[in-house]
């Protein structure tokens, strides 16, 4: 027979464990929203959407994308840093991707070449 301490204690790790279920996912909410507001560079689905925008071939979107990201105060430096990640880990072509890695590190090898 089951002691009523182990019924207790079993109880309170089933409760343990929805409430950090719970919390994960309330966590992972915030950290959705306030994305831009803690970590001050723009949001992965942002620039993912204009990565997107310029294999479909859209690049007036794109770049609308990426002035609206300047517009909204990110420094040019955070959303290269956001862009180069993306196009990093993005689902595409090998060939592709090297192509737009190499642009998008073009203007820093021009800077640390004139200021060097």
């Known amino acids: 027979m089951v002691s009523a301490l182990l019924i207790k204690k079993m109880c309170s790790r089933l409760i343990l464990n929805l409430s950090c279920s719970a919390c ?29 925008n310029v294999l ?36 595409m072509a090998e060939y592709l991707k090297l192509e737009m890695l190499k642009v998008i590190s073009q203007p820093c090898d021009f800077f640390i070449k004139r200021y060097k």
């Not at 915030?30 to 997107?52: A, E, F, G, R």
């Not at 979107?61 to 840093?81: F, R």
């Open 56 to 91: 479909d071939g859209k690049f007036d979107e794109a770049c609308s994308a990426l002035k609206q990201l300047y517009d909204l105060g990110y420094s040019p430096t955070d959303i290269i840093t956001t862009l180069f990640r993306v196009v990093k880990n993005y689902d």
């Open 24 to 52: 994960s996912i309330f966590v992972q909410l915030i950290v959705t929203l306030y994305w831009s507001q803690v970590c001050d560079h723009p949001h992965p689905v942002h620039v993912k959407n204009m990565v997107k």
